[in-house]
T-cell receptor
Framework: GAGVSQSPSNKVTEKGKDVELRCDPISGHTALYWYRQSLGQGLEFLIYFQGNSAPDKSGLPSDRFSAERTGGSVSTLTIQRTQQEDSAVYLC?????????????FGPGTRLTVT | GENVEQHPSTLSVQEGDSAVIKCTYSDSASNYFPWYKQELGKGPQLIIDIRSNVGEKKDQRIAVTLNKTAKHFSLHITETQPEDSAVYFCAAPNQAGTALIFGKGTTLSVSS
């Protein structure tokens, strides 16, 4: 079946601009996660959505970052007033309670470059 | 605090040899330990995982072992092939149970 999809695959933006990154989880998966992967680094947790519960935003690095998940499916990560240190690959993952809460399946990522 | 440490950061082996990557974790309540393989330009792919009620799990050429007392777990790849070359990440759940904490990755290179 279809996996997690993300768009765009690449985004180049100027410092100070806002960007929106989109994630389409696996159909039926109730949990959705955003992570950030900087060059040569591991994955850093950003935000977690589970059903209708309040999201866990504890990983967001600043108030310039926000995310929403509409209708329990598609999610959008927004970065306002981008800075060069925001350059990274942004990865989205989803999981199903039925499959095991922690079995997270990742999308291909969006590579963000801030110039 | 929560932490996952992974070693080595790079590993080079000859085709056919075995490769072992080790991780330690800090939260003794952790009960789920996945391993991901990431190829260049792609997202991480779940290759094997283990839960705290077992000590070892195998899937063809890969296996994961868990030592809860010592709080470490390892990935074992036997009969390595060039297509095993990738970055491998271990992970464990955060205390809130809302995300995975990842190790910094091991770059495995298999030469033929």
């Amino acid at each position: 079946g279809a996996g997690v999809s993300q768009s765009p695959s690449n985004k180049v933006t100027e410092k100070g601009k806002d960007v929106e990154l989109r994630c389409d989880p696996i159909s039926g998966h109730t949990a959705l996660y955003w992570y950030r992967q900087s060059l040569g680094q591991g994955l850093e947790f950003l935000i977690y959505f589970q059903g209708n519960s309040a999201p866990d935003k504890s990983g967001l690095p600043s108030d310039r970052f926000s995310a929403e998940r509409t209708g329990g499916s598609v999610s959008t990560l927004t970065i306002q007033r981008t800075q060069q240190e925001d350059s990274a690959v942004y990865l989205c993952a989803s999981s199903s309670l039925a499959g095991g809460f922690y079995e997270q399946y990742f999308g291909p990522g969006t590579r963000l470059t801030v110039t | 605090g929560e932490n996952v440490e992974q070693h080595p950061s790079t590993l080079s082996v000859q085709e056919g040899d075995s490769a072992v990557i080790k991780c330690t974790y800090s939260d003794s309540a952790s009960n789920y330990f996945p391993w991901y393989k990431q190829e260049l330009g792609k997202g991480p792919q779940l290759i094997i995982d283990i839960r705290s009620n077992v000590g070892e799990k195998k899937d063809q050429r890969i296996a994961v072992t868990l030592n809860k007392t010592a709080k470490h777990f390892s990935l074992h790849i036997t009969e390595t092939q060039p297509e095993d070359s990738a970055v491998y990440f271990c992970a464990a759940p955060n205390q809130a149970g809302t995300a995975l904490i990842f190790g910094k990755g091991t770059t495995l290179s298999v030469s033929s």
